[in-house]
């Protein structure tokens, strides 16, 4: 009955533990290592034009709704004007405006997106557009083609794809000729597309895009056409008719409204530059914790101090070296003194170095327990005794490192970084193993105390472990479950099946 109990405990805080480590990976995209970055693009929109006489007003169309991207961080840099972002229907356009302004005139607008693929379209399902009143002959033609396009296709979406690989046909048809008779540009293109698609009540508008290719200047916006068939929003290339928005396209704003309008000035000009970042992956991991107003970025470790980021640092790595110890002591059948002994001289080795701690760690304990052999002629009591231990200790470890320092050996200072107490402990309980077990089994309990040490040291001091640890402290419940289990664990140790290799024999 108790197994039973254990496993489920068991099962609850792994369950429970990896749950809220895919969530933070999955959802808020904390990265798995500290090294990972995310690629960011700063898209900077430049207004110039001559101011009037009197108060200026600019209006510019900025990004809203971005499928596949989301926004970072946006701003405005301009002198002496004030700056607001307003929303007109799923639109938003930045706006500046200022009392009076003497000759020509530069705004920027920049916003920075970061690729996020769960970005999709919030608005609503538009209604059925009226079909528009065209003047004859177009109007007629507009009719055959919609006949003509209906016949080959079977849903809104294959009617936009047959529509625009008609119009794009290096050899139209006499109707198509005179729906494009006085097209000039892209977006007037998509425009008779667009006439075409609402005679036939499909609703569809223009979105203009603005490429992400690394670094650029003067970019274009890219028209591009939009249409919903009933359940969501379906983009088509107007050159070619394939359905789909490149991956490196932004959305910069929809319609056919004019990407700036001005008020009092005169000469405008806008154009737009990329340029392509990376930025460190917790930053953008921090954003989407705040976009879904997800408070567990609130309660992680990297919501703390600075300087309790380091303590804690440390400390959360401890439970790995206790794993460590539980599974040597438990599994292999390694003996050593105490239980966190091994762990914590493993933490006095990230700061003294692997060889040079071991040594000193060696000398000390040797040093200590002579003299506490020595202490064993005076017949002290209990508590006496271990005080005098720590005593000796101390005074130890002060001669290794003033007589290191004189003869310019630095390793021989790093000796205080030992916890001693615990050392104390360790010389007092070897000295107890020694009288009564004999020197063979104080040895090795040593030995094997400073194995486990030394793997504990190796595992707590890999790198990525400890920043997934720091970054997912909830997988501690998956180590705890771990040590649950290990702890009904009645088999036998590695270490004794060589001891009772005798009673396999027939």
């Not at 002198?79 to 005139?105: C, L």
């Not at 008779?192 to 005679?199: E, Y």
């Not at 001693?420 to 107890?432: D, G, K, L, P, Q």
């Amino acid at each position: 009955m108790r197994n039973r109990y254990v496993l489920v405990l068991a099962a609850t805080l792994t369950v429970l533990g990896v749950a809220m480590f895919t969530y933070k990976w999955r959802v808020l995209g904390f990265p798995l290592t500290d090294q990972q970055v995310t690629p960011t693009w700063t898209v900077e929109t430049t207004i110039r034009f001559d101011s009037g006489p009197g108060s200026i007003r600019v209006d510019l169309q900025i990004p809203t709704l971005t499928p596949g991207f989301r926004t970072l961080e946006e701003y405005s840099v301009s002198r002496n004007y004030a700056f607001a972002i307003n929303y007109v229907g799923v639109d938003r356009r930045a706006q500046w405006t200022v009392r009076r302004a003497d000759g020509r005139q530069t705004l920027y607008y920049r916003i920075v997106v970061y690729p996020d693929r769960d970005s999709e379209h919030t608005d609503l399902t538009p209604p059925l557009p009226i079909p528009p009143v065209i003047d004859e002959p177009l109007g007629t033609a507009v009719d055959v083609i919609v006949s003509d396009v209906r016949e080959h296709s079977a849903d809104e979406g294959s009617f936009a794809a047959v529509l625009l690989r008609m119009m794009n046909n290096p050899s139209p048809n006499p109707n198509v000729e005179l729906l494009l008779a006085d097209v000039n540009t892209a977006a007037q293109f998509v425009e008779r597309a667009i006439l075409v698609l609402n005679s036939e009540r499909i609703p569809a508008r223009m979105v203009h895009a603005i490429p992400l290719d690394g670094q650029a200047r003067n970019v274009q916006p890219v028209p591009w056409l939009e249409i919903h068939d009933g359940e969501s929003w379906r983009f088509f290339n107007p050159s070619t008719g394939a359905e789909g928005l490149p991956d490196n396209y932004l959305i910069w704003w929809r319609g056919n409204q004019p990407l700036v309008s001005i008020e009092g000035g005169s000469r405008l000009e806008a154009s737009f530059a990329v340029q392509r970042n990376v930025v460190d992956a917790m930053v953008i991991a921090r954003h989407r914790a705040e976009q879904r107003e997800s408070r567990l970025i609130d309660f992680s470790l990297f919501a703390l101090p600075i300087q309790t980021q380091a303590v804690y640092g440390i400390l959360i790595m401890i439970p790995i070296g206790a794993l460590v110890m539980v599974f040597m002591r438990n599994v292999i059948g390694i003996e050593s003194f105490g239980t966190f002994m091994p762990v914590l001289i493993a933490l006095a080795f990230r700061e003294t170095m692997l060889v040079s701690g071991i040594i000193l760690f060696t000398v000390l304990v040797a040093l200590g327990l002579s003299i506490r052999f020595l202490l064993e002629r005076l017949r002290l009591l209990l508590v006496p005794r271990l005080a005098a231990v720590l005593i000796v200790v101390v005074l130890l470890m002060l001669i290794i490192s003033i007589v290191s320092h004189q003869l310019g050996m630095a390793t021989g200072l790093s000796v205080a970084l030992f916890p001693m107490v615990i050392i104390a402990m360790t010389i007092e309980r070897m000295s107890v193993v020694w009288e009564e077990r004999g020197a063979g089994d104080a040895i090795k309990a040593g030995v094997g105390s400073m194995v486990v040490a030394v793997l504990a040291y190796i595992v707590m001091g890999l790198d990525w472990l400890e920043y997934l640890v720091f970054a997912f402290p909830e997988l501690l419940l998956v180590v705890l479950a771990v040590v649950l289990l290990l702890g009904r664990y009645t088999g036998y140790r590695l270490s004794e099946l060589r001891r009772f290799k005798a009673l396999a024999r027939p």
